[in-house]
């Protein structure tokens, strides 16, 4: 077998190890899914009038409206679990065992992001069921869903980046865990649950910078209206950006906690 | 014999640290070295140099012919590793996690499967197998660990304080599989904070200090620098004067530790035993209690560094109770 081959194969038991602990583990679980849909619920319930405020965005519904900030909310935290999950790792002296086995160690950070990838998967599709089970319509049909379910499992995988560096850097799940308002306040800063047009400065502002945003509209467009090649390549653009910042600080950290031990 | 792991001036600094200092040794090929010293000794820091999971900061090592820190992956491939804690994820079954150890170690999938069912059963895990880890008891968990570093049959095996917190059978058990290990040709670099544990198992024991290494050798040449062994006897009736006149003509005698109780040092052990039984029995002098006292590798502990390796009371001297 070649080493490209097992090197592939050590990333994809990692990851079905990282998607079980997600699975077996409640309180890693309940913020990629439960949260988000209750929070989906809650603000379709009671803030669905929004859509008829001047200046809204023309959408069939404020649950179609509203799918992309909750799957980038569950994507969000999704990396944020697997986080605290390489740190617990850490903590208890299992990512010893993984970096005492005869495998380049960035394995080890791939198979955890293969695993968060997998959890965005999962999210993107349980929101998108969610949706259509409601009545919200996906208007671009099933290509636009793929694109969808492309983008939020991408970026899960590089938020999952910043999240391992992050447990890499301080080998503690409570510090990882502490970020969990953090995520909150950038995604809150983003159109993830508002339209831009609609904030007040610096909110707005903030928002029309944020990555994030990018990510979200590339998200949202092929549900509420259609696929735009500019707000998709805006997307990825952002995607590849969160992607290579949770690579090289990921790397920076590994290196770091091997020299430290 | 070749050499297994041969160490030179390994040093290992953490800030102002050095918590390893020029450590020297060399473990052959097929034998159990038994690294010994108290909690913070830098007994565990040099295993993780040795298992390349810490840089050493000076010095050299080599570990199966490689160098830890130029060819550390072929070092990786060629040991096992079973850490202080064991290194477990609760929520895995026993069997999940052998098989992953295997994929680690680039074992294919139906072979890695067989040394699981393998090794579950060799280590009297099979029943238990498709249970969670964080249902096991302390001893399951350690044999799950040194299952698990054994799935790739590794050439060196690191076993760092193995039985630590562990009850007396559970321990046992852990013995036996390291010595039949030991038979299959495994070589074996234990570390242990337990004077027995070292004295059981280990053909060559180093012992660690602050950083450095005090003493080496077989158990035995250890304790034989120390002295003899020495009878103790507590007096039933009588007097000690009497019971020390007739000892001192079987051994030297010792500054007495209470009023009723004669120590005398003898050159032969055990077979001195006898011969001292029928003195004391020939002057009417009765005896409550006679036991033989050999040398520990506390002792030896104690001559070098000027304090003892284990809390007072733990595990000291080891007497061998002879009913008067």
Not at chain 1, 214 to 228: A, L, N, T
Request: net charge negative.
């Amino acid at each position: 077998m070649s080493e490209l081959a097992t090197n592939a194969r050590v990333v994809r038991a990692l990851g079905m190890r990282s998607i079980r602990q997600t699975f077996r583990r409640p309180q890693l679980m309940a913020p990629i899914v439960v949260f988000p849909t209750l929070l989906l619920a809650i603000q379709t319930g009671g803030a669905g009038g929004a859509v008829n405020l001047p200046g809204f965005p023309p959408v069939q519904s404020f649950l179609q409206f509203m799918l992309a900030g909750a799957m980038m909310q569950s994507l969000m935290l999704a990396g944020n679990s697997g986080g605290i999950a390489l740190a617990v790792d850490i903590e208890m002296g299992f990512t010893d065992r993984l970096f005492s086995a005869p495998i380049p160690r960035y394995t080890i950070v791939l198979g955890r992001l293969a695993g968060t990838a997998a959890l965005g998967l999962f999210a993107s599709l349980w929101f998108l069921a969610i949706g259509l089970i409601f009545g919200a319509q996906i208007e671009s049909g099933v290509a636009g869903a793929l694109i969808a379910i492309a983008l939020v499992t991408t970026t899960a995988m590089a938020v999952g980046g910043i999240g391992a560096a992050i447990a890499l850097r301080t080998g503690s799940a409570s510090v990882v865990q502490g970020l969990f308002p953090l995520v909150l306040v950038v995604l809150f800063l983003s159109s993830a649950f508002f339209p831009n047009e609609l904030m007040i400065q610096p909110a707005r502002a903030i928002a029309e910078y944020n990555p994030l945003s990018f990510v979200v509209e590339g998200i949202r467009g092929p549900i509420v209206s259609g696929v735009d090649a500019s707000e998709l390549g805006e997307a990825v653009l952002a995607i590849a950006g969160i992607v290579v910042l949770g690579l090289v600080l990921s790397a920076r950290a590994l290196r770091h906690r091997l020299r430290v031990g | 014999m070749a050499a297994a792991i041969v160490v030179e001036g390994l040093e290992r600094a953490f800030d102002e640290v050095l918590a390893v200092q020029g450590v020297d040794l060399e473990v052959d090929e097929g034998e159990i070295y038994g690294f010994l010293g108290p909690n913070g000794a830098g007994k565990t820091t040099t295993v993780r140099m040795l298992t390349t999971l810490l840089l050493p900061t000076g010095g050299r090592a080599t570990v199966a012919g490689h160098d830890v820190v130029k060819e550390s992956r072929l070092v990786r491939a060629s040991i096992g590793v079973a850490l202080q804690e064991a290194a477990l994820d609760p929520l895995m079954t026993g069997r999940e996690l052998i098989r992953l150890q295997a994929t680690l170690q680039g074992l294919p999938g139906s072979e890695g499967r067989r040394r699981a069912d393998d090794l579950l059963e060799r280590v009297d895990l099979a029943a238990a197998a498709d249970r969670r880890v964080g249902g096991y008891s302390g001893g399951m968990k350690r044999r799950l660990d040194l299952a698990a570093a054994l799935v790739h049959e590794p050439r060196v095996l690191f076993l760092d304080e193995p039985t630590t917190g562990l009850d007396p059978v559970s321990r046992k058990t852990i013995w036996e599989e390291v010595r039949t290990l030991n038979d299959e040709g495994t070589t074996v670099f234990l570390t242990t904070q337990y004077l027995e544990e070292a004295d059981q198992l280990a053909d060559n024991v180093g012992i660690i200090d602050g950083g450095k290494i005090v003493a080496e050798g077989t158990p035995e040449s250890l304790k034989s620098q120390i002295g003899n062994p020495h009878i103790q006897l507590q007096l039933a009736a009588g007097s000690v004067a009497d019971a020390e006149e007739v000892c001192a003509r079987i051994g030297k005698l010792l500054p007495p530790k209470d009023g009723r109780t004669v120590l005398v040092e003898v050159e032969n052990g055990a077979a001195d035993i006898p011969r001292t039984v029928r003195a004391l029995d020939e002057a009417g002098i009765a005896v409550e209690s006679l036991e033989l006292v050999r040398p520990t590798l506390d002792d030896v502990f104690v001559a070098k560094t000027g304090h003892h390796i284990e809390k007072d009371g733990e595990e000291g001297a080891e007497p061998e109770p002879v009913e008067a």
